[in-house]
């Protein structure tokens, strides 16, 4: 009588049952594990070849937790936004974008030009629209702060006091806090960024402030027939003149004929 013969493990029939599996995961879930199996990957790759792409690959791979949780939050942020709390919920933080890139953007005028940045309306609201996506940066990154500050811990607590422990949902939402934490970093980077002073960013605010905010005024006591001006409070004129090197501002009190740079 023969034997049965033992069965053989079947590598390619395996790895397609696991394959079936994945894509039967949400499209967020799929992204965090293959985020997971690259930063594993190249984590032990880096520990025994140190290299320039191994580096970029955890790169990669953190990043992939970033827009896992994008992919996880958006249709859940868009459903709440369609309500009629959204809506107004969506409405104030739009307004508080505007002010708060209003705000940076009377602060980088009045750096570059050292004159009041009310008095240059049209240069300050040109600003203020280019801030406007760093400003929705930071609140993005006001709104996840707390999320990982506060859910790390309270993830680990939870689960700490549960006779039970749901692996699943502990790794998910673990992954969830790392795209979040991620996510908000990335969007305090933006508006940092943008808010800074950069090379260049003085003379560009007094080139478009020159084109947009300075006029000519030759009937106006004391201003030149050839003058592009700006009137300021207590007597005190600007003016630009456009040169070789780039933009001249100059100040000085009206009825006099010296000007400082």
Do not use: C
Request: no cysteine; hydrophobic share 50%; charged share 15%.
């Amino acid at each position: 009588m023969n034997s049965p013969k033992p069965s053989r493990f079947n590598v390619t029939g395996w790895l397609q049952s696991q394959a079936d599996k994945v894509a039967g995961l949400p499209r967020y879930l799929q992204i965090y594990l293959g985020s997971l199996t690259l930063l594993l990957l190249f984590a032990v790759v880096n520990l025994f070849h140190p290299d320039p792409f191994v580096s970029g690959g955890l790169y990669v791979a953190v990043n992939g937790f970033v827009l896992g949780f994008v992919v996880w939050a958006w249709p859940i942020v868009e459903a709440k936004w369609s309500s009629r709390l959204g809506k107004v919920t969506k409405t104030v933080l739009h307004l508080f974008a505007a002010l708060i890139a209003t705000a940076v953007a009377r602060y980088q005028v009045s750096s570059a030009l050292g004159l009041p940045a009310h008095d240059f309306d049209l240069t300050v609201a040109f600003f203020a629209l280019v801030l406007y996506l760093p400003a929705w940066a930071l609140i993005v990154y006001l709104l996840l702060a707390p999320i990982y500050l506060v859910g790390v811990p309270a993830l680990v607590l939870s689960s700490s006091f549960r006779a039970r422990l749901e692996h699943s949902a502990f790794w998910i939402g673990l992954a969830h806090l790392a795209g979040a934490a991620g996510l908000s970093l990335y969007a305090w980077s933006f508006f940092n960024w943008a808010a800074e002073d950069k090379p260049g960013l003085h003379s560009t605010i007094v080139t478009v402030a020159a084109l947009v905010d300075y006029q000519p005024a030759k009937d106006y006591p004391g201003i030149g027939p050839k003058e592009r001006v700006r009137l300021h409070e207590n007597g005190i004129v600007s003016s630009v003149e456009f040169t070789k090197e780039g933009v001249v501002l100059r100040v000085r009190q009206l009825g006099s004929s010296q000007g400082g740079a």
